[in-house]
Structures are given as structure tokens and as C-alpha cells.
């Protein structure tokens, strides 16, 4: 039978390192491998020249380098935001954005292949759910795409498809590589990583040596809303999460960032805002508020079929009333609607 190769893509150092010790090659090559993989970017054994041909011919039997499949990317005509569309080796897709600002370059990378949450507003929750994303996958959304910019990417948020604390392990490593400087060297004040809040993991996440910033989608301080809305506030509720929220400030003291989707009659009432204003006062934060994108491509049923974004006028009041009561608020403003790449619209066909 013939057995299957391991993918050295994705591989953190000590992994690397166990894997050429396994092999009885010298240790040495592991940081060799690494800086190789992630910095150099090669996707096949041919290309290391610092590796003799013996250890190359080697490593073809036993090992793979493997690289996602672009299949399109599509330019949004009014924000120059990309959205790119992968195939993984086993035929599924996943989409990763870049979103051009003022003065950084950021990307949107998935975690996993669709979403097993099912949020009611959001596009990849429609689509279901298949598998999460190995590391080596998310790592290289990163990769397949700087090769094809000139520009370098300054920020990385894991905001595309899937909830990445549902898959812990392999969110982590690949912040390990990214921050790691034989590789692509990027801090932990330059990562985002947003969860709908499961509270085990986000106090796990406030111990990481990795540094990075958390974000958190609120959309709802009611527990009930929440939970019709959110499904997974049955299983999560809020208050969980507040205590995880307010331990993860307290052991990093990073400001936490709340996301905001505001719904039409849902979550855009005056309670809300009280809601909003008191628990800024119990945990540091800043909160984006964002306009609803549409998730019409999806034709979604039951009660995301019903979700309508709030008027401009009240989404406006919404926004000053927070700030007047000393709320820092940013406005996050819907880019790349018209490729479906805006946050939350994220989708293909399982
Ligand atoms: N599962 C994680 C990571 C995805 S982040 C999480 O939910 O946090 C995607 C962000 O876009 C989240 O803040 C999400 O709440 C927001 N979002 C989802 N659907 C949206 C929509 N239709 N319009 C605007 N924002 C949306």
C-alpha cells in the first residue's frame, strides 16, 4: 500500500524538527526547511539549493510541499478590494479577501471550508459547514496571494470563512509562523483574529505567547436576541463570554475590539445602545459598527431571509449616541459589496 506523503507546509519549527530527527537527517535543516517554506516561498524540493541532491530526492518520496489552487480573483470596482478563490487538494474552495486602506494592506484569511454556526446574517453560515482548514492551508492563503501582489501585506485578519476558535490548534500555529521572523516576521499587534465567542478558548488565547489582537462579534447584548440571531449563544451564552472578555483584558491588557451588525428593529433600539455603553465601561474595548451586506446570493430562508440593515439616518444616531456617551466607535464601511467579498458575504456552494 502505498502511504501517504506528509505535508511539510504548514509545519511549525519544532515540528519541523521532530520530523527531520524522525528521518535521522540533521536537525539543522529543519530552520533551513522553515526559512525555505515561509520566507523563500518554494513549493517544490527542486528549488532548495542549500539542500544536496541526496536530502532532496529523499524528501520527493516522503514528503510534499503542497500549495492551494487560485482559481479567480475578482476586483471590486469601487474599493479596489480582491477577492481570490481557492481550491484545496481535496476539491474544496475557500475565499480570502485584500482590503486596501490609507496605509496598510490587509487580508482576510479563512479557517475553515464554510461554517458549522449557522449566524443568521452571515453568508458563510448559509453555505454549511465541511471541514476545518489545516494549518498549512491557512498559511497559505498568505502566500499563494503575496506572490501575486506587489505590494507586502501588513495585516492579517482572520475574519474570512469559518470560526477559527473552533479550530484552536491550527489558528495558533499558523500565528506562530506568521510572527515567527525566519518567516514572514509579523507582529502580534498586526493580527486579528474575531470569534463569536467561545470562552474556554478566548481565555486560552490571553495566555498564547503570540500576542495578537482579539476581536469579538457582539451584534446582540441581549442573551435572547443574541441567541436568535447567533445560534451559538445557546451553547455560549454572553455572560461566558463577558467573564472570558474581561480575564483576557486583565492578563494582556490589549483593548478588545467589538464587531456590530446593525439589523434593522433587531439590535439597533435604544436599550441596545444603553447595552453597548454599560459594558464599555466593564471591558475596555473600542466597538466597529457595520452596516448589514446583503446575503441575498444565498438565498437564505427563515429569519435570515427577513434581516434588513438599518436606515442611514438611524444608523448615524446609532453611532453618535454611542460616542456621546464616550464609547469609541469606528465605523467600519462596507467594501467589496459588489464581488461579494464585504464582511459576512462570504459563500460558495458546498
Ligand atoms: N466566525 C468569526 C470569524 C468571521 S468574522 C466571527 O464571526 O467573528 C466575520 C465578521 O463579519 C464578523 O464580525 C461577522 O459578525 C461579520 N458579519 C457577518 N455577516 C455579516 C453581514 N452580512 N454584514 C456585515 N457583517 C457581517
Request: charged residues 25%; hydrophobic residues 35%.
Amino acid at each position: 500500500m502505498k502511504e501517504s506523503k506528509i505535508n511539510l507546509k504548514g509545519l511549525t519549527l519544532t515540528e519541523l524538527e521532530n520530523f527531520f530527527e524522525e528521518i535521522n537527517e540533521e536537525k539543522f535543516r529543519a530552520k533551513q526547511m522553515f526559512n525555505w517554506l515561509y520566507h523563500h516561498k518554494v513549493d517544490s524540493f527542486r528549488k532548495i539549493t542549500t539542500f544536496t541532491k541526496t536530502l532532496k530526492d529523499r524528501l520527493n518520496k516522503i514528503a510534499t510541499i503542497e500549495s492551494l489552487k487560485l482559481l479567480d480573483e475578482q476586483t471590486s470596482d469601487n474599493s479596489k478590494t480582491i477577492k481570490y478563490l481557492f481550491e484545496c487538494s481535496d476539491g474544496a474552495k475557500i475565499e480570502s479577501v485584500l482590503i486596501p486602506e490609507a496605509n496598510r494592506l490587509t487580508l482576510c484569511i479563512s479557517t475553515q471550508v464554510g461554517c458549522p454556526l449557522d449566524c443568521k446574517f452571515c453568508a458563510t453560515g448559509q453555505m454549511g459547514y465541511k471541514r476545518n482548514l489545516s494549518t498549512g492551508e491557512i498559511i497559505d492563503q498568505y502566500l499563494q496571494i503575496s506572490r501575486v501582489i506587489s505590494e507586502p501585506i501588513t495585516n492579517i485578519v482572520y475574519m474570512g470563512m469559518g470560526e477559527p476558535f473552533l479550530n484552536y490548534s491550527n489558528v495558533i500555529n499558523s500565528m506562530n509562523i506568521f510572527s515567527s521572523e525566519l518567516a514572514f516576521g509579523i507582529s502580534g499587534k498586526r493580527v486579528t483574529v474575531s470569534t463569536v465567542g467561545i470562552p474556554d478558548k478566548i481565555k486560552t488565547f490571553a495566555q498564547e505567547p503570540f500576542r495578537g489582537k482579539l476581536a469579538f462579534s457582539l451584534h446582540s447584548v441581549d442573551e435572547q436576541i443574541r441567541s436568535k440571531i447567533m445560534p451559538i449563544n445557546k451553547k455560549f451564552p454572553f455572560k461566558q463570554n463577558i467573564d472570558a472578555l474581561e480575564y483576557f483584558y486583565k492578563s494582556t491588557k490589549r483593548k478588545i475590539t467589538f464587531e456590530y451588525t446593525l439589523l434593522k428593529g433587531i439590535n439597533d433600539q435604544e436599550s441596545d445602545i444603553k447595552g453597548i455603553v454599560k459594558l464599555s465601561k466593564r471591558i475596555p474595548c473600542k466597538v466597529n459598527i457595520i452596516p448589514f451586506n446583503s446575503i441575498a446570493h444565498t438565498n437564505p430562508s427563515g429569519i435570515a431571509a427577513t434581516l434588513k440593515p438599518t436606515s442611514k439616518e438611524e444608523f448615524d444616531f446609532f453611532v453618535e449616541r454611542l460616542r456621546s456617551n464616550n464609547v469609541t466607535v469606528f465605523v467600519r464601511n462596507t467594501q467589496g459589496d459588489d464581488i461579494e467579498g464585504a464582511c459576512g458575504q462570504l459563500a460558495i456552494k458546498l
